[in-house]
């Protein structure tokens, strides 16, 4: 498959969308040959990041993109187990979706110092700009040992009702980690919306 068709594969809403259940192998190669072009290209501009969060776990960049290159022709992804088939939605026009705060291309900029966080939010659809609400989970270290705070103002209270199976995992996995937090929201359907590159 060529460099055009790479593209238009991870930019296509009928890709995105597609559980990985109903993937061909077709889908699987076109997918791993997509997904080891952008991990080997973001690796140029993250050396001094060190890891990528990945379905498989906290591999190096290059790790990562190694690992997909070698899955072409064997007709799998990643741990489809680990990530939800589809984005969970959130009404008519929003996705959940999550920031890694410390993994954004400005982080040095602007959270230098600060502790490390994830916000979570129901963000309007792709082309679109805007959150229904939003609320920002960080990982402290109490008493020796991680432990994660929510901090979330009366405007996000509708999140209770809108993903209530967001916080019954919360409630019955206890996360202690943002690692942790972000396996749980992988496997509930939230979009990484984390820009780890300027482009």
Not at 85 to 111: H, K, M, N, S
Not at 176 to 189: A, H, K, V, Y
């Amino acid at each position: 498959m060529d460099t055009a068709a790479l593209t238009a594969y991870g930019n296509t809403a009928e890709h995105r969308n597609k559980p990985f259940t109903e993937y061909t192998p077709a889908d699987w190669d076109a997918y791993n040959l997509w997904a080891a072009r952008e991990l080997a290209r973001r690796a140029n501009d993250h050396e001094a990041r060190g890891t990528v969060h990945h379905p498989t776990g906290t591999r190096k960049w290059r790790e990562a993109a190694a690992w997909h290159e070698s899955q072409v022709g064997k007709n799998t992804g990643p741990a489809p187990a680990g990530i939800a088939a589809v984005p969970r939605r959130i009404g008519d026009d929003c996705l959940l979706t999550y920031f890694v705060q410390q993994e954004a291309w400005f982080a040095d900029a602007a959270y230098a110092g600060e502790v490390p966080a994830i916000n979570i939010s129901a963000s309007a659809d792709t082309g679109r700009d805007g959150v229904k609400w939003d609320f920002t989970v960080q990982e402290h270290h109490l008493a020796g040992r991680p432990a994660l705070q929510v901090s979330l103002f009366d405007d996000a209270f509708a999140a209770f009702t809108d993903v209530p199976e967001l916080f019954a995992a919360l409630a019955a996995e206890q996360p202690r980690t943002l690692d942790q937090l972000r396996n749980l929201l992988d496997r509930l359907g939230a979009v990484d919306v984390t820009r780890r590159t300027r482009d």
